[in-house]
């Protein structure tokens, strides 16, 4: 990466490249850094900032597209379609039976929605709209009462969002403060039998303290779409029962992708020609 960049004065990148301040030093003449992202902790904003380094991400053009997917994964989570799936592969289907693969039904229930940006909002909208579901956010800070209204949300701590909802959503962004903000005791907080699905960051989440409690049968499922250590997963998830994972595909549609890459290659050619960034991000 730093060979790529050297003598470069604009880096077009995804998530799997980091920027931080070491590249930043060894690659004076970058100007402006465009993420084809959303979240930003590959990049150190503090770094660019100093060093006068603009930084772009993709907001706004992924929202829909990645909140069908966090439903997506809430529904295939709570039915167990992943369990079911590779039990039909298997070849082990002999007979219906009337418990068989029997998961939480999603409409008319409580859900949970753990940071109440773009996507946390869109997801809450289809929830109370689409599937009849109560829906209460946690956020840091509050919302005001006509998004509130707009999203059918009601605000709660996080104690009690966990305590009170039969399906918890994580849409935050990720921050050193939100490391493993969900672990053995947020988890112990939520009802028996109850679904978590992220599709925020993997370090917003403690991945033993997860496979713990779907192998405790405390909780009953778990969709995932983001790990600590992507692209490598952790032995325990994938040996966990009752779990759906995808490979951090939230935003994965043809159109998605295409106007998230348009949107990148035009915040960089507009910073390069000394004009304003169209989406920039500030540390």
């Not at 904003?45 to 990645?66: F, I, Q």
């Not at 104690?159 to 935050?172: C, G, I, M, P, R």
Request: proline share 5%.
């Amino acid at each position: 990466m730093r060979l790529r960049l050297r003598g470069k004065h604009g880096a077009f990148i995804t998530n799997s490249e980091r920027i931080d301040a070491q590249l930043l030093d060894a690659c004076p003449d970058l100007r402006v850094v465009s993420t084809m992202t959303v979240g930003v902790d590959h990049i150190d904003l503090a770094a660019c900032a100093a060093r006068g380094v603009v930084v772009t991400h993709t907001p706004d053009v992924l929202t829909e597209t990645t909140a069908d997917f966090g439903m997506a994964l809430l529904l295939a989570a709570a039915r167990q379609m992943g369990d079911a799936e590779r039990y039909l592969r298997a070849g082990q289907w002999r007979k219906w039976r009337y418990d068989l693969f029997a998961g939480s039904d999603v409409h008319g229930t409580t859900l949970g929605v753990v940071g109440m940006g773009r996507i946390g909002q869109a997801i809450a909208r289809r929830a109370a709209l689409g599937f009849n579901m109560r829906v209460l956010y946690h956020n840091r800070s509050r919302l005001a009462a006509g998004i509130e209204q707009d999203c059918r949300a009601a605000y709660r701590t996080l104690d009690e969002l966990l305590a009170q909802s039969q399906h918890v959503l994580l849409a935050l962004p990720y921050s050193p403060a939100a490391r493993r903000l969900i672990g053995a005791r947020e988890l112990a907080l939520m009802p028996p039998g109850s679904t978590l699905v992220n599709i925020a960051r993997g370090g917003v989440v403690d991945e033993a303290a997860l496979a713990d409690a779907l192998r405790r049968g405390h909780l009953g499922a778990a969709g995932l779409d983001v790990f600590e250590g992507e692209p490598a997963i952790n032995p325990v998830l994938l040996d966990a029962p009752r779990v759906v994972l995808t490979p951090h595909i939230a935003s994965a549609s043809i159109p998605t992708r295409r106007a998230m890459v348009q949107l990148a290659v035009d915040n960089l050619i507009a910073v390069l020609q000394g004009r304003p960034a169209i989406t920039p991000i500030s540390a």
